[in-house]
């Protein structure tokens, strides 16, 4: 069974600019998680989607948001962005209660 | 103060030895999940663990939770090169499919 698929993996934007990293779950998981990953804050939730429905939301500001579509492949979006928002964007998906498996990530690098 | 708190930060190891890595919560836990991630890529998932006493193993990892202290500790027997890698332990504290992650517990493995 193919895992978790992010793309893209490496983006380098300007400050100001937008993006959309997209992540394919497991295929049958319905569930899938976001999760940025600083050096200095560690790994933090951002939302969590199921059947195309956001559940759960991390405290981030409104910049960013995301989707789900009726595959279950999910999409992040970071509007005007900073430099503070580069990280490493891992994306989640799960079947079973909170038995989460990790794509390999995006690392996004904003100048 | 950190809601889980990952005890050490770093560790390093001959290979061969034993050593424990541990992750206290502030707060009732759910549920709680053992990763490793090699840097700066995906996270490995390792065990998860649900009910007070509950002990898991694969391989020469064994995770233990105890409920009453919050707390779950990893235990790496004759510890080799291929363990070395970024430990983080990750709580379901709400209930829900939002995961707190700990800072993680950087682990060298000398030959």
């Known amino acids: 069974k193919a895992g978790v698929t992010q793309t893209p993996r490496y983006l380098i934007k300007t400050r100001g600019q937008q993006v959309t990293l997209s992540c394919s779950p497991i295929s049958g998981h319905r569930s899938v998680s976001w999760y940025q990953q600083t050096p200095g804050q560690g790994l933090q939730f951002l939302f969590e989607?199921?059947?195309?429905?956001?559940?759960n939301k991390g405290n981030f500001p409104g910049r960013f948001s995301g989707r789900q579509f009726s595959n279950s492949r999910s999409e992040m979006n970071v509007s005007t962005l900073e430099l503070g928002d580069s990280a490493l964007y891992l994306c989640?998906?799960?079947?079973?209660?909170?038995?989460?498996?990790f794509g390999p990530g995006t690392r996004l690098t904003v100048l | 103060s950190q809601e889980l708190e990952q005890s050490p930060q770093s560790l390093i190891v001959q290979e061969g030895k034993n050593l424990t890595i541990n992750c206290t919560s502030s707060?009732?836990?759910?549920?709680l999940y053992w990763y490793k991630q090699k840097y700066g890529e995906g996270l490995i998932f390792l065990m998860m663990l649900q009910k007070g006493g509950e002990e898991k193993s694969h391989e020469k990892i064994t995770a233990k939770l105890d409920e009453k202290k919050q707390q779950s500790s990893l235990h790496i027997t004759a510890s080799q090169p291929s363990h070395a890698g970024i430990y983080l332990c990750g709580a379901d504290m709400s209930g829900s499919y939002q995961l707190t992650f700990g800072k993680g517990t950087k682990l060298s493995v000398i030959p």
């Open positions: 989607y199921f059947s195309e429905t956001q559940r």
């Open positions: 989640a998906s799960s079947l079973v209660y909170n038995e989460q498996f």
């Open positions: 707060k009732t836990l759910y549920g």
